[in-house]
């Protein structure tokens, strides 16, 4: 894996411009996530979770305030951050393996070390054995297990997750829910969870920011605990 990501937010505001009318989305954002934690954000539909999502991705650098990675500030996509979305977003015509490779073609690494990273991943997710399958021959839950492949793949500091497990019925999600505790534990990746579910958001995070819409921003910040259950190496 990449070095864990420590991740700054610090006053960002962000507007659109509608119909030349400003929207205001997101307002005076702070907090901090350190290296290796697990955080969650919860928040009502439209306070611009997926927006800072975005932010913090690099596909959109114009906002104000200061996004941090490791110190630098975010502006432009980077591999230093992977992402999963509700929908997998894995292409149709291209099989798991490929669709897992295609995200390493900037990497710089060997063919070697490429195949290594592809094989390893869909492992590291449960999928030996359908690297040849297509996404429509997976089920949501499978797919969405390529999808966290090919988010992890090129050994980010941070995955950025939102709503992975919004589309998936209540077992998968379940599961799911054990393989993204168990894949942050094994990989010491900086996570970064958008959920609508409040109950996910704690089973699964050290600490849960709440944000409120209109503009969106933080309204609280609570920090998890669970007994010491969830510190890593426990397992
Ligand atoms: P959430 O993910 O919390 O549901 P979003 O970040 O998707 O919220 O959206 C927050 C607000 O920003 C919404 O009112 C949405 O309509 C608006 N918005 C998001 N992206 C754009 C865009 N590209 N142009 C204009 N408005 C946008
Ligand atoms: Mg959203």
Redesign the pocket.
């Known amino acids: 894996m990449g070095v864990p990501g420590r991740l700054d937010i610090r006053n960002v505001s962000k507007s ?1 411009d ?1 119909d030349g009318r400003r ?1 205001d ?1 997101l307002s005076h954002v702070s907090f901090d996530v350190a290296p290796g934690a697990f955080v969650s954000i919860v ?1 009502p ?8 999502l975005r932010l913090i991705l690099g596909v959109d650098g114009d906002y104000h305030g200061d996004i941090l990675l490791n110190g630098e500030r975010i502006s432009k996509p980077a591999l230093s951050r992977g992402v999963v979305f509700q929908d997998h977003r894995l292409l149709p015509w291209l099989t798991l393996q490929q669709n897992v490779a295609l995200s390493l073609e900037n990497s710089g690494w060997s063919q070697a070390e490429k195949t290594k990273a592809v094989a390893d991943n869909i492992a590291l997710v449960g999928l030996q054995g359908f690297e040849q399958a297509f996404p429509h021959q997976l089920s949501g839950g499978m797919a969405q297990r390529g999808a966290i492949a090919r988010g992890l793949a090129n050994r980010p500091d941070i995955l950025l997750l939102d709503e992975p497990l919004g589309a998936l019925d209540a077992l998968t999600r379940l599961r799911l829910q054990g393989e993204l505790q168990r894949i942050w534990r094994a990989e010491g990746v900086t996570m970064i969870l ?1 959920t609508h579910d409040v109950d996910e958001a704690i089973f699964l995070s050290d600490e849960v920011i709440v944000m409120n819409a209109k503009p ?1 921003r933080v309204a609280e910040r609570v920090t998890v605990e669970l007994e010491g259950e969830r510190d890593r190496g426990s397992a």
Request: hydrophobic letters at 40%; aromatic letters at 6%; a positive charge.
């Open positions: 659109f509608v929207l989305v928040g539909s439209g306070c611009g979770k997926s927006t800072l958008v969106g």
